[in-house]
């Protein structure tokens, strides 16, 4: 079996939280008068699919303007604020080609007993650094299956709310 559907296999039981989360990263979007159309592979899909890949979950639009790609991530279980945010490397290295058309933008949204308890956004180059440093490269197996992520700091990212102002200065005058 191949590791992306060992990954698969082990992460079956959060996908449908997962698509919660996407989906409330879109809402949030929407409702600030953004475009959105899901790009990744299984975007606010309730069940598992058999197709693999890797890409932005969405692309963000004012009107017919790419603004950025946005990709959700974070864990679904025991995350405190403060604590640092891990970001999966190889998920990481893949979305540079899309950072080269457009701002990428990571939306970390971190659960501790099925409640929010941070909502922050950090984009690809202020993460880059931090991938780039081995002291900041760690291997986890959180679903069971070892990974690399990068660890950032906390202090690294910005509150959600600030994203809205953020995109705005995006659109070309």
């Known amino acids: 079996m191949s590791r992306a559907k060992r990954f698969k ?12 989360k996407e989906s409330f990263v879109r809402t ?5 008068g953004f475009r959105v159309r899901p790009l990744g592979i299984g975007v606010e899909s309730r ?20 603004l950025c790609f946005i990709e959700v991530t ?5 995350y405190a604020p403060g604590q640092p945010v891990w970001v999966t490397y190889d998920k990481f290295r893949k979305l540079h080609a899309w950072h080269l058309k457009a701002p990428v933008i990571f939306v970390f949204l971190g659960f501790n007993d099925n409640r929010l308890v941070a ?15 081995p002291r900041y490269i760690v291997k986890a197996a959180p679903y069971g299956i ?25 659109v070309r005058a």
Not at 9 to 20: D, H, M, T, V
Not at 28 to 32: G, I, K, N, V
């Open 47 to 66: 069940r598992e699919v058999k197709e693999t890949g890797s890409g932005p979950d969405f692309a963000v639009y004012l009107g017919d303007e790419l």
């Open 146 to 170: 070892e990974e690399t992520y990068i660890q950032t700091p906390y202090t690294a990212w910005k509150p959600l709310r600030k994203l809205v102002r953020e995109l705005l200065p995006l």
């Open 28 to 32: 949030l979007l929407e409702a600030w």
């Open 74 to 78: 974070g864990p679904n279980w025991h």
């Open 119 to 133: 909502a922050l956004y950090a984009d690809y180059e202020t993460l880059y650094p931090y991938a780039e440093d």
């Open 9 to 20: 296999r082990a992460y079956k039981p959060f996908w449908a939280f997962s698509s919660l």
